[in-house]
């Protein structure tokens, strides 16, 4: 995909590298040492996604680190942990559906909607199978869900969960939800196992308590297990006690996953030559993009190497190509 011409495709300024100008982000050479990539991590049950987030960046002793997606304490499952110039991605990746299995305990309600809060009892009137898969059935779908006080919802200013430690009433606006799948596991003794996919910002801890009120006989959430989020699988994961012996043996590569994996639903572009100096120089790019849709785009070096993501425009040249626009560089050198 070689560029004929120096001029900037049509509609895209050619960026100037002068500091302070260039409107795309773009990393110093110094002081930029990896390591670079994702980590899944198996969160345990206990931990805050921040204390992981920590103690992974004291086990690598890593300058840069985030993660993709909170987990409370209570909870466990996949984390995903980007490091180094991973973290420029996180703004781009944390819209995707998750999916978790999910414990719920039949008779009894707490205010946090885990097994940490104060217990309101119910009834013990279980309903049978049908009746739960009836009531289940209705969790599909775009619906409106009240988050629980106990989150990290801005009221007023302030998180939900500070108001409601301090005994204010919190009254809890009503949020626009997606269920994808909530399918029944098991169901033992007022125990309720489900599987469920959802987009983002649906609370299990809010299903669970919605769903014994449906049922009469109130529930709450007693575990959680959180098996997939921005493309990371559970079977991927590495506990914290894995990743430092994984480290200390000098094996790291084995478990880093590359800077832009979690932009895989992202078409890629491999450039050659001369069209990846002028992206990595922040200019746009004539490049050859058959079948590919206007929009964004993960840029290749000509060997593959992942270094920038773009917009892929929709004019032509003479030549058949399309303009390009650099958006993000990537430095892991």
Known sequence: MPLSETVPA??????????????MSRTKRSGNAG???????????????????????????????GHGGTLDPFSEGVLPIALGEATKT????????????????????????DPTG????????????????KALAAY????????????????????????????EIVEMPARRVVFHQVELVEYHEGLVTLDVRCG??????????????DLGC?????RLLRTRTLGFSLAECVTLETLTRTVEEGRLQEVLLPVDRALDDIPALRLR??????????????????????????????????GATGVLGTGLDASGRRPCSPKRLFNMT
């Open 90 to 113: 996180l703004s781009q990746v944390l819209d995707g559906d998750k999916a978790y299995r999910c414990w719920v305990r039949l008779g009894a309600e707490t205010d946090t909607g």
């Open 35 to 65: 390591p670079h990539g994702w980590l899944a991590i198996h969160k345990e049950a206990g931990y805050t996604s921040t204390r992981v987030v920590e103690r992974v960046k004291r086990i690598l002793r890593a300058g840069r680190a």
């Open 200 to 213: 983002k910002g649906t609370y299990m801890r809010a299903l669970a308590r919605d769903l014994g009120r």
């Open 140 to 167: 599909h779908g775009e619906q409106d869900q009240i988050p629980p006080i106990y989150s990290a919802i801005h009221i007023n200013g302030e998180r939900a969960y500070d108001l409601a430690r301090r005994g």
């Open 10 to 23: 049509p509609g895209f300024p050619c960026h100037q590298s002068k500091r302070g100008n260039n409107s």
């Open 218 to 222: 109130l529930a709450y959430l007693e």
């Open 118 to 133: 104060q217990l309101t009892p119910g009834n013990n009137d279980f309903p049978d199978r049908e009746t739960l898969l």
């Open 273 to 306: 030559l001369e069209a990846w100096s002028r992206v990595m120089s922040g200019q746009a790019a004539w490049i050859e993009a058959d079948g590919v849709e206007p929009g964004p785009v993960r840029l290749l070096s000509p060997e593959g190497r992942f």
